[in-house]
């Protein structure tokens, strides 16, 4: 099936034949449907908290900030940002030259409030030496948009979100990367007054990146009386996955090279895996807030990360006493109620193990890395979520799943599905180390049976990709998770460039 230039090519990459030959195997198989038990909601997966147990929770995280540990904040940034201007695109190859739908419309009629309107009327005037408004009013709209998203002017189509202006200031504006370094200096900074961020960006972005950061970390560092160490990584090349042809054949490129594509957010396990962290913080690029709006986000932050820790000293004192081998009988039960009722993992017949078995069991369980995960209410159409779902061993443990991964011709987890009370935000936060100070090693923990695949083409010839398992879906499949609800307030994800528009995302 390959040739001494296909070898070559893995080699380049850092990946073998082999592991080619999985990828196309599952390409050709599909991956299976999760067994689902449940959606989960609150009583039932989901953890609710009143406010004097978030005030509680609040204080265990200033203590744990406060005490030596390192924190971290971890930013998945290298998503192009062509997917918010799909419209404005559609617009410029259209027939038409006067905005026509919905969205043109509203984008046109809100045009002075984006935070990048300043920087595009100047680009006008510099290509077409007439401002936004004369160009709106000779009806050359679409020299606006071409402005916006080209190459010779702003270069919105191509660039990552991060980069993008999204919030004005009184006499300023900021991108998604400096709302994130304001977020790290509110919640995330350690007791040496560092806050550490990172973010994976593309390799083509990386130093537009650093520069941005570079010029304004100083600013905000006297602001609030911190330093910054600010990182930034790449996807692996070795976490590319292949594409296949409709049969089942590795898709070769035009000049007979296999085409291989980025493995989906799933790869960044890995950079996670090699980062020095004790908690680390989760949160897309684009869920950021102006300054005004922040203080839910900054409280639900340090509720989560207050559970965590709160959490992570039972499962460490747990572990502690199970490798002593000094328990009893009704401690070890202590111990398993804890792994069903607060952890959720769930397994028929553990009452009945003899005792070394349960310790050997419930020691397996709980040294894992553990994830708190903040879950809203669904609003409208569910979307992915949080479900009880059965494992490979047959225990039922809480877990993220993809619409694809649920079997909705069965009527039953069609009704889990659509009936689910919560939706996944992509705020997680995570203990990265075991109770001896050890780094967990990430990808023990993929379950690698799980992944997605979808139908693509490239120059006209369609084929099949595959994503590795979700960083919060399969890649995380075999972490410890609590699943706790945070208000809708919290999530403000930026899917278009009209989404700006709303309040969350205007000055007060």
């Known amino acids: 099936m390959f040739n001494e230039k296909d070898l070559a090519q893995f080699e380049a990459k850092g990946i073998t034949a082999s592991q080619v030959e999985n990828q196309l195997d599952l390409l050709k198989k599909g991956f299976p449907y999760l067994e689902l038990d449940a959606a989960a909601s609150v009583g039932n997966g989901i953890i609710a908290v009143d406010d004097d147990r978030c005030r509680e929770y609040i204080k265990t995280w200033d203590t744990y900030c406060g005490s030596g540990h390192r924190v971290l904040k971890f930013v998945p940034a290298s998503g192009a940002a062509s997917r918010m201007f799909k419209d404005l695109f559609a617009f410029l190859d259209a027939p038409y030259d006067t905005p026509s739908t919905p969205f043109e419309i509203k984008f046109f009629e809100g045009l002075e409030r984006f935070a990048f309107y300043d920087e595009l009327d100047a680009v006008c005037m510099t290509n077409d030496r007439q401002s936004i408004s004369e160009l709106v009013a000779e009806g050359e709209y679409k020299k606006v948009v071409a402005n916006l998203?080209?190459?010779?002017?702003?270069?919105?189509?191509?660039?990552?979100?991060?980069?993008?202006?999204?919030?004005?200031?009184?006499?300023?504006?900021?991108?998604?990367?400096?709302?994130?370094?304001?977020?790290?200096?509110?919640?995330?900074?350690?007791?040496?007054?560092?806050?550490?961020?990172?973010?994976?960006?593309?390799?083509?972005?990386?130093?537009?990146?650093?520069?941005l950061a570079d010029s304004n970390s100083k600013g905000l560092s006297k602001r609030f009386g911190i330093k910054y160490d600010i990182t930034f990584s790449e996807q692996k090349k070795s976490t590319d996955t292949v594409a296949s042809d409709l049969e089942g054949n590795p898709f070769r490129n035009d000049d007979g090279s296999i085409l291989f594509r980025p493995g989906g957010h799933g790869a960044l396990i890995e950079n996670l895996n090699e980062l020095d962290a004790d908690v680390v913080f989760v949160k897309n690029i684009d869920n950021v807030v102006p300054d005004h709006l922040k203080a839910d986000t900054v409280t639900y932050k340090k509720l989560l990360?207050?559970?965590?820790?709160?959490?992570?000293?039972?499962?460490?004192?747990?572990?502690?006493?199970?490798?002593?081998?000094?328990?009893?009988?009704?401690?070890?039960?202590?111990?398993?109620?804890?792994?069903?009722?607060?952890?959720?993992?769930?397994?028929?017949?553990?009452?009945?193990?003899?005792?070394?078995?349960?310790?050997?069991?419930?020691?397996?369980?709980?040294?894992?890395?553990?994830?708190?995960?903040?879950?809203?209410?669904?609003?409208?159409?569910?979307?992915?979520?949080?479900?009880?779902?059965?494992?490979?061993?047959?225990?039922?443990?809480?877990?993220?799943?993809?619409?694809?991964?649920?079997?909705?011709?069965?009527?039953?987890?069609?009704?889990?599905?659509?009936?689910?009370?919560?939706?996944?935000?992509?705020?997680?936060?995570?203990?990265?180390?075991?109770?001896?100070g050890k780094k967990f090693n990430l990808p023990d923990f993929v379950?690698?049976?799980?992944?997605?695949?979808?139908?693509?083409?490239?120059?006209?010839?369609?084929?099949?990709?595959?994503?590795?398992?979700?960083?919060?879906?399969?890649?995380?499949?075999?972490?410890?998770?609590?699943?706790?609800?945070?208000?809708?307030?919290?999530?403000?994800?930026?899917?278009?460039?009209n989404d700006l528009l709303r309040p969350q995302h205007q000055p007060a």
């Open 149 to 211: 998203l080209g190459m010779k002017g702003l270069n919105y189509g191509a660039l990552p979100k991060g980069l993008l202006k999204f919030h004005r200031y009184n006499g300023s504006s900021r991108t998604p990367l400096e709302e994130h370094l304001v977020e790290g200096a509110m919640y995330a900074s350690g007791s040496d007054g560092t806050v550490h961020l990172h973010f994976t960006v593309s390799p083509e972005h990386k130093e537009l990146f650093r520069a």
């Open 305 to 436: 990360a207050g559970i965590l820790v709160s959490v992570q000293n039972r499962i460490f004192e747990y572990l502690r006493l199970l490798d002593s081998g000094n328990y009893t009988a009704e401690k070890l039960k202590t111990i398993a109620d804890f792994v069903r009722d607060t952890l959720c993992c769930r397994k028929k017949g553990v009452e009945q193990m003899p005792a070394e078995e349960l310790s050997a069991w419930l020691r397996s369980k709980l040294d894992r890395p553990l994830r708190v995960c903040g879950m809203v209410r669904n609003v409208g159409e569910p979307g992915g979520g949080p479900f009880l779902a059965y494992n490979s061993d047959g225990t039922v443990s809480l877990q993220i799943l993809e619409s694809s991964q649920i079997d909705l011709s069965d009527p039953v987890k069609k009704e889990m599905f659509t009936q689910g009370t919560h939706f996944n935000p992509v705020d997680l936060v995570c203990g990265l180390k075991g109770y001896k």
């Open 447 to 497: 379950d690698r049976n799980t992944g997605f695949i979808s139908s693509k083409s490239k120059n006209g010839r369609e084929l099949k990709a595959l994503e590795l398992p979700g960083l919060w879906n399969g890649a995380m499949s075999d972490w410890n998770t609590l699943f706790v609800e945070v208000p809708l307030t919290t999530f403000n994800p930026v899917k278009t460039v």
